[in-house]
């Protein structure tokens, strides 16, 4: 079987894992941007390194229940969901003027994040076939 781009569910794998990657690089972006935040917040580094912590924190503690909430609510619901608060902590980290502030957008955003990689991969494995995995996996490289 080919896969064509342009199917609905190509589509949505696509958005999915390009979901997935913008989770992993914001966590990324954030321990380049520490002494961004010192300098804005007048934080020091012990205080400072709280942003990536917070996040990383709730990513560890919400991604375990990725399976048990796609399962509870749907899982294009969830991924719909988690999006959403992924995409609203972010622009809420965006305007946040204390360290407090970003912390706690860092800790929702964490939250939202934590899903997108496992709900993107679930979402390949059950709308592709054994030998269409790795076609799509490697264009989504």
């Not at 794998?13 to 321990?31: G, H, P, Q, Y």
């Not at 993107?120 to 269409?132: C, H």
């Amino acid at each position: 079987m080919n896969i064509y781009w342009t199917e609905k569910s190509s589509i949505v794998a696509i958005d999915a894992s390009i979901m997935a990657l913008t989770e992993i690089l914001d966590a990324t972006i954030v321990s380049i941007s520490i002494p961004n935040i010192m300098g804005s917040t007048g934080a020091n580094t012990t205080q400072a390194s709280w942003v990536l912590t917070s996040y990383v924190i709730a990513a560890a503690i919400f991604m375990p229940m990725a399976g048990l909430f796609a399962k509870k609510f749907g899982r294009k619901q969830f991924l719909l969901t988690s999006t959403v608060i992924f995409g609203i902590s972010s622009v809420l980290c965006c305007f946040s003027t204390s360290l407090t502030e970003i912390i706690v957008s860092r800790s929702l955003e964490g939250m939202g994040g934590a899903f997108l990689p496992t709900l993107a991969q679930a979402y390949i494995v059950d709308y592709y076939e054994d030998s269409e995995r790795p076609k799509i996996m490697s264009a989504l490289k």
